[in-house]
């Protein structure tokens, strides 16, 4: 079954760019019926959509961070990446990439596949 | 923004007892002319990221046990569990996909 795997720093100092890459095993990001995007949750808080990709590189972000936000696709190394600047202690969460299912509108949908989460801390 | 709001915010119930979860939605996320309710349930527990078990408000994802049930429309929805195992022991939350940005609920951690 396809899974999805976060990696990246654990620590990031603030100020500065938070990276995170999702690799997608026993599948492919170039599905067609798919998005692939980035969810976060802070301690002790609701889970927060953050934004996703679409193969062909299209994305939707949450308004509230698009000012700081990138979600990229690499389909050649079947991964895909968020990069969040300018980041605060309040940026401190648990970070999933998972596979969000769209309509045939191409309308985002649920989040059906989750990678386990990575925490990043932003600390100096 | 939708705002997902899920009541109790924690609930205790016993084995083999119904245990029953609130969404509220700030507005319909039923799409009329599709007679379809943008809504979905997830169970996360410790250390696990969620996982997907209801969407369309009603409809079990393949494997989920039928003693989870999904209901409601508009803006009031429930998720049930007819009898409760103690491997049901998790956080739930409802995400509404009617529009951009989706929205989760706060969540409701279910105890034995």
């Known amino acids: 079954q396809l899974q999805l795997q976060e990696s990246g720093p654990g620590l990031v100092k603030p100020s500065e760019t938070l990276s995170l890459t999702c690799t997608v095993s026993?599948?492919?990001?170039?599905?067609?019926?798919?998005?692939w995007g980035w969810i976060r949750q802070p301690p002790e808080k609701r889970l927060e959509w953050i934004g996703n990709?679409?193969?062909?590189?299209?994305?939707y972000y949450n308004p509230s961070l698009t000012s700081r936000v990138t979600i990229s696709v690499d389909t050649s190394k079947n991964q895909f990446s968020l990069r969040l600047n300018s980041v605060t202690a309040a940026d401190t969460a648990i970070y999933y990439c998972a596979r969000l299912t769209m309509g045939i509108d191409m309308k985002l949908r649920y989040f059906d596949l989750w990678g386990r989460g990575t925490l990043v801390t932003v600390s100096s | 923004d939708i705002v997902m709001t899920q009541s109790p915010d924690s609930l205790a119930v016993s084995l083999g007892e119904r245990a029953t979860i609130n969404c509220k939605s700030s507005q319909s996320v039923l799409h009329s002319s599709k007679n379809k309710n943008y809504l979905a349930w997830y169970q996360q527990k410790p250390g696990q990221p969620p996982k997907l078990l209801i969407d369309w408000a009603s409809t079990r994802e393949s494997g989920v046990p039928d003693r989870f049930s999904g209901s409601g429309s508009g803006t009031d929805f429930t998720l049930t569990i007819s009898s409760l195992q103690a491997e049901d022991v998790a956080v739930y939350y409802c995400q509404q996909y009617y529009s951009t940005p989706l929205t989760f609920g706060q969540g409701t951690k279910l105890e034995i």
């Open positions: 026993t599948g492919s990001v170039r599905s067609t019926s798919y998005y």
């Open positions: 990709v679409y193969y062909t590189g299209s994305t």
